[in-house]
C-alpha cells in the first residue's frame, strides 16, 4: 500500500487513535491517549509512537520501547502496541509499521526484538509469523490494577 505515510504521532492524533485502541480492546479517550503519549514519548530515545496515514485519516499505530538488559549483550526492543483499522487490515499496513518500528529498534542498538499478543488473537499470531516472530518464551502477567484485568 503505497499511498500510506508512515509518520511520528503527534498528540492532534489522539481523536483518531481512541477507535484503533477500542478495537485492540483497550478503549481509551482522547485525553487519556494524549496523557499516556505525553509520559510515553518523554524519553524519545527508549519509547517511540508512529502511526499510519492513508488519505489523511490515522489507520494504524505501532509503539516501541527499548530495555537495557544485564543478561544480554545488547538492550531489547519491543513493540508494545500495534494495531490497524480493521477496514484497511491484510493490505500491508501492519507490516509496514512493523518493518519502522524495526527500523528505529535497529537504530537504538538492540539485538532482539519481543512483542505479546492476546493469547486469543490468533490472526495476530499467524501475521507475526508471516514477520519471522516466533514463540520462544512465555509470558506471565498479574494484573494490580482493575484497569488491566484483561490481556
Do not use: C
Not at 503505497?2 to 480492546?25: H, K, N, Y
Not at 490515522?58 to 545488547?74: E, F, I, K
Not at 519481543?114 to 488473537?121: A, D
Request: proline share 5%; net charge positive.
Amino acid at each position: 500500500m503505497t499511498d500510506v505515510v508512515i509518520r511520528p504521532a503527534v498528540p492532534d492524533d489522539a481523536e483518531s487513535i481512541e477507535p484503533l485502541f477500542t478495537e485492540l480492546g483497550h478503549p481509551t479517550t482522547a485525553a487519556e491517549f494524549r496523557q499516556r503519549w505525553t509520559a510515553y514519548t518523554a524519553d524519545a530515545a527508549t519509547n517511540r509512537v508512529l502511526v499510519a496515514v492513508l488519505a489523511d485519516r490515522v489507520v494504524g499505530l505501532v509503539a516501541t520501547h527499548v530495555t537495557p538488559t544485564l543478561h544480554r549483550p545488547t538492550g531489547v526492543g519491543r513493540i508494545t502496541v500495534l494495531v490497524v483499522a480493521p477496514d484497511v487490515q491484510g493490505r500491508g499496513v501492519g507490516a509496514r509499521l512493523v518493518a519502522e518500528a524495526e527500523a528505529l529498534l535497529r537504530a537504538a542498538g538492540v539485538g532482539r526484538i519481543e512483542l505479546t499478543s492476546g493469547t486469543r488473537r490468533m490472526a495476530a499470531h499467524r501475521f507475526y509469523e508471516r514477520l519471522g516472530y516466533r514463540q520462544d518464551a512465555l509470558r506471565l502477567a498479574k494484573s494490580l490494577d482493575a484497569r488491566e484485568g484483561r490481556a
